[in-house]
């Protein structure tokens, strides 16, 4: 067995919503897969007390260097969170390519994965169209009191 997760953020990562606000926003991530063609296994929402790795799954590769185009393994990344697991609140890096600064949840990743406080996991969601669209996304973000994106997640 497999799941599929849409794991949706804030975009910013240190951000936390109001409870009564994360829980309108689930409200309304429920109703979307509420149709007669439509099922979701769970829609939740989870507070982490420390910045979190919000990762795909096997999804996520790699990601390209804004300054020079190289293309780095996703491995350098996870090896840099084993780390600093203790702390992420601090997400700049030098990148190994060209030493360039970043900052890890602003990496142009092949597949998107993020870095955050809070999260919805909708899991197994089935319809037509699995993702959120843009609407949907700035929808839950007025809800949650914040812009949000979605990162897509197989396990
Ligand atoms: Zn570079």
Same mark, same amino acid.
């Given at each position: 067995?497999?799941?599929?997760?849409?794991?949706?953020?804030?975009?910013?990562?240190?951000?936390?919503? !109001?409870?009564?606000?994360?829980?309108? *926003?689930?409200?309304?991530?429920?109703?979307?897969? *509420? @149709?007669? $063609? &439509? *099922?979701?296994?769970?829609?939740?929402?989870?507070? %982490?007390?420390?910045?979190?790795? #919000?990762?795909? @799954?096997?999804?996520? *590769?790699?990601?390209?260097?804004?300054?020079?185009?190289?293309?780095? @393994?996703?491995?350098?990344?996870? $090896?840099?969170?084993? !780390?600093?697991?203790?702390?992420?609140?601090? /997400?700049?890096? %030098?990148?190994?390519?060209?030493?360039? +600064?970043?900052?890890?949840?602003? /990496?142009?990743?092949?597949?998107?994965?993020?870095?955050?406080?809070?999260? #919805?996991?909708?899991? &197994?969601?089935?319809?037509?169209?699995?993702?959120?669209? !843009?609407?949907?996304? +700035?929808?839950?973000?007025?809800?949650?009191? +914040?812009?949000?994106?979605?990162? /897509?997640? +197989?396990?």
């Amino acid at each position: 067995m497999s799941d599929n997760w849409i794991r949706v953020i804030p975009t910013s990562p240190s951000w936390q919503p !109001e409870p009564e606000a994360a829980k309108s *926003a689930v409200d309304y991530l429920s109703g979307l897969f *509420a @149709g007669p $063609d &439509n *099922a979701v296994d769970d829609v939740r929402a989870e507070l %982490h007390k420390d910045t979190a790795l #919000i990762d795909s @799954g096997v999804n996520t *590769a790699s990601f390209t260097c804004a300054a020079c185009s190289a293309v780095t @393994g996703v491995e350098w990344v996870l $090896d840099l969170v084993n !780390e600093r697991c203790e702390d992420l609140s601090d /997400l700049d890096v %030098h990148l190994p390519c060209c030493g360039a +600064h970043a900052r890890l949840n602003d /990496l142009d990743y092949d597949w998107p994965m993020g870095f955050a406080r809070f999260e #919805i996991g909708v899991l &197994n969601a089935r319809r037509a169209r699995y993702e959120l669209d !843009e609407a949907e996304l +700035h929808e839950v973000g007025r809800l949650v009191g +914040h812009p949000v994106r979605q990162v /897509l997640a +197989h396990y």
